[in-house]
């Protein structure tokens, strides 16, 4: 079983449902609402665990409801929240997001998930160092990606840094983490709209650029390799990127190859995208190898 350690954030996601987007100035009629839990590192920390991992999550909720129901989702999916701590003087983290037109949109207010600073961080380094993989994502102040990248790289700790939302990140970090799993979107912000093509060879094995419904492209050392996707019916596409990080994360510490561990995210991505919500179609690792 991997031994998986998810620093990230935490939060409540509000969705609303619509047929479309309004446009500037306009109001239209919704067609539902729904709560459910999400962020970046709670979904992946909820994916790894439903995929047979031992997982920790590091992170912050606010001291309200939102928080209580977050936490009480993460007891029912397996996942340790020993270093899960409720910030009393301030609210849970939220994302906003609006699914329509086959896509959805998303508006994250951090909360709590401020808190998980270097100093929160610290308090977690024996399991961190006791992990076969560290996964962080960027809804957590930048400095404490930083901190995470140096300890890893200190104790001999694979990172995988999934960077977002996107925002420039220092060469240092890139340099240190294991794996970088952003979108093409992200990819653009993290190499400053270098080529695509020139990033993925100079970080082969490393970056891992993944295109929606074309699969993942990578450089293996001597060519560029696009591993597909699987065709569904999305429903709901939030969550697929995190589905994708917690699933390469489970099969990389278990010691599959490169192209089979994204081939495994590849299908636990596609089957996430069938139900509604962020981790209402996570796949069980049962699910997951019966389709492959």
């Not at 606010?62 to 899960?84: L, M, P, Q, S, W």
């Not at 086959?102 to 994250?108: H, L």
């Not at 278990?254 to 509604?276: C, H, P, Q, W, Y």
Request: hydrophobic share 40%.
């Amino acid at each position: 079983m991997a031994n998986i350690t998810i620093i990230g954030s935490s939060s409540m996601d509000l969705v609303v449902t619509a047929s479309k987007r309004p446009n500037k100035g306009e109001t239209i009629l919704g067609e539902s609402f729904k709560t459910v839990p999400g962020g970046k590192g709670a979904n992946q920390a909820v994916a790894a665990a439903r995929l047979g991992a031992n997982v920790h999550m590091v992170g912050c909720v606010g001291g309200d409801g939102f928080g209580e129901e977050i936490i009480k989702n993460f007891n029912a999916n397996r996942v340790f929240t020993d270093y899960v701590e409720p910030v009393t003087h301030t609210e849970t983290g939220t994302a906003h997001i609006t699914l329509a037109e086959g896509d959805n949109s998303i508006i994250v207010v951090k909360g709590a998930n401020n808190y998980v600073t270097p100093d929160y961080v610290k308090k977690a380094l024996e399991v961190i160092c006791k992990s076969d993989i560290v996964l962080i994502q960027q809804e957590i102040p930048e400095e404490t990606v930083e901190y995470v990248a140096e300890i890893c790289f200190a104790n001999d700790v694979p990172l995988l840094l999934n960077p977002a939302p996107a925002r420039p990140i220092s060469k240092t970090v890139i340099e240190r983490a294991a794996f970088i799993t952003p979108n093409e979107w992200e990819a653009s912000v993290l190499f400053n709209n270098k080529d695509i093509h020139e990033a993925l060879k100079e970080y082969p094995n490393k970056l891992l650029v993944t295109e929606g419904k074309n699969g993942v492209r990578y450089y293996d050392g001597e060519i560029e390799v696009l591993v597909p996707s699987y065709p569904v019916e999305a429903v709901d596409t939030t969550g697929a990127g995190d589905t994708f990080n917690a699933a390469f994360a489970v099969a990389i510490a278990e010691g599959k190859s490169m192209k089979d561990s994204i081939r495994f995210a590849n299908r636990a991505a596609s089957l996430s995208v069938t139900k509604f919500g962020a981790q209402g179609g996570m796949p069980t690792r049962e699910e997951v190898e019966g389709c492959l």
